[in-house]
């Protein structure tokens, strides 16, 4: 007999966590839930569970992914598959499978739930393919799994800018959209696949397969587009499509293709057609903008083909073409009239000439058009009170030169002396003899040469390379048959008796450029490039005066000595100076300034009253002595006063120009026969002397006016 105590439990105590009917026991979910599409649209649910604790599961279905899940069965723990005969799945539908365990005490102990969606399949394969005869497409394809789905065939509606049913499929691969009317819109097609025939949102399939119905072939081919002329421009292109309605040309121009313009329709054509020919302007070439600068405009062509209201085409092709440039010049200038000519470097491509005029060489207006075979045109019944300026061009090319005429008076040519390289031109005080030199600018063979020529008797004296090396500074001495010679090559003066041929006189050792008489020609003044000036005594053959070197530079230096024979006017380092010639002191002219570290020609007017500079090649000056004043021009290479200081001439290039000295008016501008190399005038008249690479040209100024040329 056991006795009994009275304080024991009167159910078996359980303190293993692990024990199914422990309060809080936590029961494990299933290890995995899958799906299997069957026929019929039946979905088998199955899962893998180790436990033997659950007493049944319950099977939950939600059919969308914004829905909750319900309810499908509860089954028995040995269940470990289920089959949904339903037939209610969409895209989103998925499966949950909770474990449940009933314990003694009542208490229903659920589990996690385990979920799993569908995998309706993927596409295995798809393709498609049109007929450009029927427009047909055609689309196949296959998914990896049998589910029967619901495909919805959709193309979009340019006209009404949205999304078209064209049918609805059920369980198929292939499907052929139907027949259009062709025309040059591409068409696109787009299948969606839906799991089920009442859940075809069509924003939101399952899968999608589109195709497209493409007009690239389509489009019209161009062939080459043929510049016949400036004028005429003539498009071909290959027709690739044979239901269009038409063609249309459109052009557009500008500086690029991004920089121009919209295009505009130029040309409406029929169907079938292959060329077209533009003859409405159809190059622009050179333009002037606001700026005033010319900048080239291009053209560009668009060809459509069109169908109704559909079209296609080739777009944004620029035409190939480089403008002609013209010239214009003038000949023939008489009291009455002048010969304007002109020339093209591309006469094939010009279609006209169009002349303009201006009266202020500014603002030009269309003055005359010529054809493209006519070249020149005479002038006449002009205002004689103005200036008149011209310019031509074609239809694309760059404005010519221009060129600016006036009635005025006019070099006339006495004479001329063939004399390679004239330089360094020098008068005879007569003024009926002229020497030039060819300096360091000469041919081996013409190397040192000096020449004298006779005016008055047409005539030359003396042709020679009188000393072995370069002559730069001359002078000529008429009545005693001397010439004065500088050579800096060897650093020597010579005095020379071009009658005799013989040196009369020579100092070595002394730096010189340029030289030049004094008065009664008792004495000769040379100047050299470092500023240095020597005063040499003819007569007892000797030294005078030295000033001595200021700068160590080596350009271009000139020396003049006043009529009265009291001052010495020479030039250095862009500046003039002047020295008193008995004892070379400085004299003050304070109003001069720097032009230019270059200095060349510096130069005496006969009167005195004036000096004329020029320095840096392209700066001259005319000083007025008393009271001290000056002009100063610009473009000038060289200057001249006249014998009585009623004219000046300038030279730059093959231009020159006369002006008068009191007035500072222009007289006459004219090109020369070639690049002036020096020019001076006469002691005594009103000759001119211009020295060029040619010879020396001997031109009076006329009384009787013509028409002339001006310089622009």
């Not at 393709?127 to 005869?133: E, L, Q, R, V």
């Not at 048959?481 to 040196?503: C, E, H, K, R, V």
């Not at 050792?509 to 500023?531: K, M, R």
Request: proline fraction near 4%.
């Amino acid at each position: 007999m056991i006795p009994a105590c009275s304080d024991a439990p009167t159910k078996i105590e359980r303190t293993n966590p692990f024990d199914p009917e422990m309060p809080g026991f936590e029961i494990a979910p299933v290890q995995s839930v899958s799906t299997n599409i069957l026929e019929n649209r039946e979905i088998s649910v199955s899962w893998i569970d180790s436990s033997i604790v659950p007493t049944h599961y319950v099977l939950r279905k939600k059919l969308n992914g914004s829905e909750e899940f319900i309810s499908l069965d509860t089954l028995d723990r040995k269940t470990k598959e289920y089959v949904d005969e339903t037939g209610k799945i969409f895209k989103d539908t998925e499966y949950e499978i909770i474990s449940i365990r009933k314990q003694e005490s009542g208490e229903i102990v659920f589990s996690q739930g385990v979920n799993s969606g569908i995998e309706f399949g993927d596409f295995v394969s798809k393709s498609y393919s049109y007929n450009a005869d029927t427009t047909a497409i055609v689309f196949n394809w296959e998914f990896d799994s049998a589910w029967p789905f619901t495909i919805i065939a959709t193309t979009y509606d340019n006209d009404l800018q949205r999304e078209i049913v064209l049918d609805t499929l059920s369980n198929t691969n292939t499907y052929t959209a139907p027949t259009f009317e062709k025309d040059f819109q591409d068409k696109y097609f787009d299948l969606k696949f839906f799991v089920s025939d009442r859940n075809n949102d069509l924003e939101n399939p399952y899968e999608r397969y589109s195709g497209i119905y493409h007009v690239m072939e389509f489009i019209p081919e161009i062939t080459n587009i043929e510049v016949i002329n400036e004028g005429k421009v003539k498009i071909n292109w290959k027709d690739n499509s044979n239901f269009e309605d038409g063609f249309r040309i459109l052009r557009s121009k500008g500086l690029n293709r991004n920089e121009a313009f919209e295009p505009v329709v130029i040309a409406e054509l029929d169907a079938n057609t292959t060329s077209f020919t533009d003859t409405q302007n159809p190059l622009t070439g050179f333009v002037i903008n606001g700026s005033g600068i010319e900048r080239e405009v291009k053209t560009f062509y668009d060809i459509e083909v069109f169908k109704n209201d559909t079209k296609t085409g080739t777009y944004g092709y620029q035409v190939n073409f480089t403008p002609p440039s013209v010239t214009l010049s003038v000949s023939d200038l008489t009291t009455e009239s002048f010969k304007l000519h002109w020339s093209t470097n591309s006469p094939e491509k010009v279609s006209q000439f169009t002349l303009q005029a201006s009266s202020n060489g500014n603002s030009f207006f269309d003055y005359k058009t010529f054809s493209k075979e006519t070249f020149e045109s005479i002038e006449t019944d002009l205002s004689k009170n103005s200036v008149h300026y011209f310019r031509i061009k074609t239809k694309t090319s760059k404005y010519s030169n221009t060129l600016a005429l006036n009635y005025a008076s006019s070099l006339v040519e006495k004479t001329s002396f063939p004399f390679t390289n004239s330089r360094n031109i020098r008068f005879s005080d007569s003024g009926n003899l002229i020497i030039v030199s060819q300096g360091f600018f000469v041919n081996d063979n013409d190397a040192e040469r000096v020449a004298i020529f006779d005016i008055k008797n047409n005539s030359t004296l003396y042709n020679k390379a009188p000393i072995g090396s370069a002559i730069v500074g001359i002078d000529i001495d008429e009545q005693k048959n001397l010439m004065a010679l500088a050579s800096p090559g060897d650093q020597s003066f010579t005095l020379y008796d071009y009658d005799a041929d013989s040196i009369v006189y020579k100092a070595s050792s002394v730096n010189v450029f340029d030289i030049e008489f004094g008065p009664n020609n008792d004495f000769a003044y040379t100047n050299s490039a470092s500023d240095e000036v020597y005063k040499f005594d003819l007569f007892n053959k000797s030294v005078k005066y030295r000033k001595p070197p200021f700068s160590a530079t080596s350009t271009l230096r000139s020396i003049s000595i006043s009529p009265t024979g009291d001052s010495i006017a020479y030039n250095s380092d862009g500046y003039f100076r002047l020295l008193n010639s008995s004892n070379f002191r400085p004299i003050d002219f304070s109003h001069v300034s720097d032009f230019g570290s270059t200095a060349q020609k510096v130069d005496y007017s006969k009167s005195g009253k004036y000096i004329s500079n020029v320095s840096d090649f392209n700066k001259a000056e005319i000083h007025f002595t008393n009271p001290s004043a000056r002009y100063l021009l610009t473009s000038a290479e060289h200057i001249s006063i006249s014998f009585n200081d009623k004219y000046y001439i300038t030279s730059k290039n093959s231009l020159l120009n006369i002006y008068e000295l009191d007035s500072n008016r222009p007289v006459l501008n004219q090109y020369s026969f070639g690049e002036v190399l020096d020019l001076r005038f006469s002691p005594t008249e009103e000759l001119i002397a211009i020295g060029t690479k040619n010879g020396v040209y001997i031109y009076g100024i006329s009384n009787e006016k013509k028409w002339s040329l001006r310089y622009n």
